[in-house]
């Protein structure tokens, strides 16, 4: 037997029995693709997981399970449903790797370049590294934001539930992957394979080139991604950059050559709200997707990580709730603040939850400024920015029992200067 993994549902916590029938079905179709018929696939699959693992288990043989690793089923963004046949004009085409991504009439092309990124290493690479498979979900996430198809019923554990799409979604994409595990110093995306990259796209024929990757300005001439536009501009693409993720200082923002459009976040018309209600009446309002609530507005003990810290560990560990430097005795059944950075904003929630917290206030430091950012947490938590941070600080440290309650998620439209 086999276990197909597909990755997560769309129907959030509370699913109807009409989002179970659907993920059922769903299994099946995709099986059938494999097997021949929706009734032969009936037959072998033996569980449906439906509920919150995406995924089936059934009777396969080593033919039908190859066929079936061959789909692409992580994402509806890429369906090919309503296409027509690819134009006679590309002449790109889709890697057989060990990560089983096959192109269909949507995605049209499928690359991977990891010679660069081996010759540095100094060693083979296993075949982990032989696909175009993204396994944090850059790749899809950068690819579904330009060309993604149509997708209804879209959300995030239910919240903002509507349709996605790209910004062009009736257009083929094509996926070139460069960037890998990151190195001793971060370096993942070596330019031999960014430029490598770049002259495939430019022989397989595409339109616009999306290159959602950069680093610190360098001189163009000694810039990958610089000589790679060049070369494809004069070709008649046009190549859109991404400016990075730093700022607001000055000198921070990548892929600035005069030839390529770069590009910056835009602003979104929603937003995810929570609040840190604190005992004092207070209300500080944050950002969080959260899926697990508190319990009936019950106010907990408030503690920041440097005063839980662990005997062992540093203070300025601590109030950033690094790994294993947070004392569960002092944590247990407490709303637990920490501050951002070292470690990613999610692990600091998970942190948290191993040492019994109840809840997890996110502060930004003084660099973060007002840029707060909802994730996904583990346990019932909030991020609020650093003039709000200082509000709860000081309520802390002068208050002899200092206590908060975090607000379930809401989504909230409408908000300016969006769109």
């Not at 109807?16 to 299994?27: C, E, G, I, P, Q």
């Not at 239910?158 to 799409?165: E, F, P, R, Y």
């Not at 595990?181 to 031999?192: I, T």
């Not at 959602?212 to 810039?223: K, R």
């Amino acid at each position: 037997s086999y276990i197909v993994y597909l990755g997560g549902h769309t129907h959030g916590l509370n699913p109807t029995t009409a989002d179970l029938d659907y993920a059922t079905n769903s299994h099946y179709e995709l099986l059938a693709t494999s097997v021949g018929s929706t009734e032969l696939a009936r037959e072998k699959i033996f569980y449906s997981y439906t509920r919150n693992i995406n995924g089936f288990a059934a009777i396969l043989d080593d033919k039908e399970a190859s066929d079936i690793a061959s789909v692409w089923p992580e994402s509806k963004s890429f369906s090919d449903e309503g296409y027509g046949p690819i134009p006679s004009r590309w002449r790109g085409s889709c890697s057989r790797d060990v990560g089983g991504v096959v192109c269909n009439r949507k995605l049209i092309g499928a690359k991977f370049f990891n010679k660069g990124y081996s010759a540095f290493i100094g060693d083979a690479l296993n075949d982990t590294f032989k696909t175009v498979r993204d396994h944090q979900g850059h790749g899809s996430h950068t690819l579904s934001t330009a060309g993604g198809s149509f997708v209804p019923g879209a959300s995030i554990f239910g919240h903002a539930n509507g349709t996605a799409k790209g910004g062009s979604p009736r257009a083929r994409v094509a996926a070139y992957k460069v960037c890998w595990p990151p190195l001793v110093g971060g370096n993942e995306c070596f330019d031999a394979d960014i430029i490598a990259a770049f002259d495939a796209a430019i022989s397989d024929g595409v339109d616009v080139l999306s290159v959602s990757l950069g680093g610190n300005p360098s001189e163009f001439f000694e810039d990958g991604i610089s000589i790679g536009a060049f070369h494809a501009v004069k070709k008649g693409i046009s190549v859109v950059s991404s400016a990075g993720n730093s700022g607001p200082d000055p000198g921070t923002v990548s892929n600035v050559s005069p030839w390529m459009f770069t590009v910056g976040a835009s602003t979104l018309d929603r937003e995810f709200v929570s609040y840190a209600q604190l005992g004092n009446n207070k209300q500080l309002k944050g950002s969080s997707l959260s899926s697990v609530t508190m319990s009936s507005r019950t106010f907990y003990p408030l503690i920041s990580g440097d005063k839980a810290k662990a005997a062992d560990a540093l203070a300025e560990d601590a109030i950033l709730c690094q790994p294993e430097t947070i004392d569960p005795k002092k944590a247990k059944g407490k709303i637990l603040v920490c501050v951002r950075g070292i470690s990613g904003r999610t692990d600091k929630g998970k942190q948290a939850l191993l040492a019994g917290a109840v809840g997890m206030i996110l502060v930004n430091d003084r660099k973060s400024g007002n840029e707060v950012i909802a994730d996904p947490h583990l346990l019932p938590a909030t991020h609020i920015n650093f003039t709000d941070g200082n509000t709860l600080f000081a309520y802390i440290n002068f208050t002899r029992n200092p206590t908060a309650y975090i607000t379930p998620v809401e989504t909230k439209f409408g908000l300016k200067p969006a769109p």
